[in-house]
């Protein structure tokens, strides 16, 4: 029968078939209280793993992954300034704990099975790699999801900056803002119920209208590279995947025509 084989390739081809990954390599940017769960201090094991699950979901689907990981959940330099500490030296300890964070996702990275680098702006050669641009890169190419410890290795800075810097650093099409809502509102959804969410904003509506998405800083650094910001719900399990896929609810901020 001539018919038959013909159907047969024709459901093999659609099973197959991989849908288009509209951003192949993407930053995440995680502040540190998304590594509290519902602590009030440091590291949850289970939010840790959970998130190590997240981001081997998108791996699997073929994205190449790089994080920036804050210190809120440890110390913020402004903090320690305001209590007293010389500012550069509280910025230093600030960005020792953004290390700590990515040792600590690295480790959970690997227990999953997936495979992962910590590079620090700061040098610590026993610790981990320094930052080196060409190296990154080829870890990502290779599959390994690279974790960029201590900001830009400046004071005066919180890791937004460094986020959007490495972003632009490494060609990647999207950096992925993961907070604790679900995208942008015109006020905060918490307190006010009728608060509208965005499904689309511009890097200058953001700037003029001071829509707290990141640091005016990181704004403009994404702007003037046209990578778009995409503001997701990182405490959903499944979430990260989904937005890559474009099923998740999400804000993105960007110049382009949708
Ligand atoms: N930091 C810094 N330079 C950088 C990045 C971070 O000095 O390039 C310090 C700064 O003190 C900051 C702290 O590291 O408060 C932790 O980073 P951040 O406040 O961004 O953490 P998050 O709020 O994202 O958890």
Redesign the pocket.
């Known amino acids: 029968m001539p018919t038959a084989p013909a159907q047969k390739t024709e459901i093999m081809t659609a099973s197959k078939a991989e849908p288009a990954l509209k951003y192949k390599r993407v930053l995440l940017?995680?502040?540190?209280?998304?590594l509290m769960g519902d602590r009030d201090y440091g590291i949850d094991p289970v939010t840790l793993d959970r998130i190590a699950n997240d981001v081997k979901e998108a791996v699997d689907m073929g994205v190449e992954v790089c994080v920036v990981?804050?210190?809120?959940?440890?110390?913020?330099?402004?903090?320690?300034a305001s209590n007293g500490m010389e500012r550069v030296t509280?910025?230093?300890?600030?960005?020792l704990?953004?290390v700590m964070n990515a040792l600590a996702l690295q480790s959970a990275f690997e227990k999953v099975g997936l495979q992962a680098r910590v590079q620090s702006?700061i040098p610590m050669q026993t610790v981990c790699e320094p930052f080196i641009r060409r190296r990154a890169l080829r870890h990502m190419e290779k599959g390994r999801v690279v974790i960029f410890a201590?900001?830009?290795?400046?004071?005066?800075?919180?890791?937004?900056?460094?986020a959007a810097l490495r972003a632009t650093e490494m060609n990647c099409d999207a950096l992925m803002k993961g907070t604790k809502v679900d995208g942008v509102y015109s006020a905060d959804p918490q307190k006010h119920p009728d608060a509208i969410h965005y499904d689309s904003v511009s890097y200058l509506d953001v700037l003029t209208k001071d829509l707290k998405v990141m640091d005016a800083t990181a704004i403009s650094l994404a702007r003037e590279n046209d990578i778009p910001i995409l503001v997701f719900n990182v405490r959903k399990p499944g979430n990260f995947a989904a937005v890559l896929r474009g099923t998740g609810r999400h804000t993105i901020v960007t110049d382009r025509k949708r």
Request: net charge negative.
């Open positions: 940017k995680m502040s540190g209280e998304v990981v804050g210190a809120g959940n440890i110390f913020r330099g402004v903090s320690g509280a910025d230093y300890i600030g960005m704990g953004t702006a201590a900001g830009s290795g400046n004071p005066y800075f919180t890791t937004d900056t460094p």
